[in-house]
């Protein structure tokens, strides 16, 4: 099963406007990672957030953690056609004993038109 | 250096047979992970592996699923007994140590798309 939900399910936006992708996820976690996948194929990991950061940055990325009401946003600042991808939150969730598998939400799809 | 490739990167079959899907992580990695992705959803915790033992086991769907790790590097995963809800993408990860808590970034190969015809 999925561990959370991302809103929105789909997103179309005009090259050079941001993008912000939401997710909410069910139990306490170890850190959330942010995902993009091409074409439903392979996935490039973009950035991780730990449990205790509230924020972080990676180029034209921006992601903020609110642990308290279980919910991560990533923000793609003046965003690219090449941006147009399935972009995934995944948690690593603390209960875990064995690893540290990651439970993904259900994507958002975003498309960036030129 | 060379990334996670994963064999066949497309696999047609029909139901009630037996299927191969191969992985080859990063060389060093010892955490290998498989997931399965389904059209329209994101992707699933199948099983992981710490080295060459199957250390959580616990998303395989049900027993006509395994996965070996023999020499602690190559995974393969079986499916026995195909059905048709078998089809999607599986994808394989690799991480340099893996285990609980850790940080570690899982470094995600192109995926073998199954179909089960």
């Known amino acids: 099963s999925q561990q959370g939900e991302e809103d929105p399910q789909a997103l179309s936006i005009q090259e050079g406007e941001n993008a912000t992708m939401n997710c909410s996820y069910k139990?306490?976690?170890?850190?959330l990672q942010w995902y993009r996948q091409n074409s439903g194929r392979g996935l490039v990991h973009l950035i991780l957030?730990?449990?205790?950061?509230r924020e972080k940055h990676s180029g034209r990325l921006r992601v903020t953690l609110d642990t308290s009401k279980k919910s991560s946003s990533l923000l793609i600042t003046a965003s690219r056609a090449a941006d147009t991808a399935s972009y995934f939150c995944?948690?690593?969730?603390?209960?875990?004993?064995?690893?540290?598998?990651?439970?993904f939400g259900g994507g958002t799809r975003l498309m960036v038109k030129p | 250096g060379a990334g996670v490739s994963q064999t066949p990167s497309n696999k047609v079959t029909e139901k009630g047979k037996y299927v191969e899907l191969r992985c080859d992580p990063i060389?060093?990695?010892?955490?290998l992970y498989w997931y399965r992705q389904s059209l329209g959803q994101g992707p699933e915790f199948l099983i992981y592996f710490q080295g060459t033992g199957a250390a959580d086991d616990s998303g395989l769907p049900n027993d006509r699923f395994f996965a070996v790790r023999p020499e602690g590097s190559v995974s393969t995963l079986k499916i026995q007994r195909t059905e048709r809800g078998d089809s999607a993408v599986y994808l394989c990860?690799?991480?340099?140590?893996?285990?609980?808590?850790?940080?570690?970034?899982?470094?995600f190969g192109p995926g073998t798309r199954l179909t089960v015809l």
């Open positions: 995944a948690t690593d969730q603390d209960w875990n004993n064995a690893g540290n598998m990651l439970t």
């Open positions: 957030i730990r449990s205790n950061e």
């Open positions: 139990t306490s976690i170890n850190n």
């Open positions: 060389s060093g990695h010892t955490a």
């Open positions: 990860a690799s991480s340099p140590k893996g285990g609980r808590a850790s940080t570690d970034t899982q470094y």
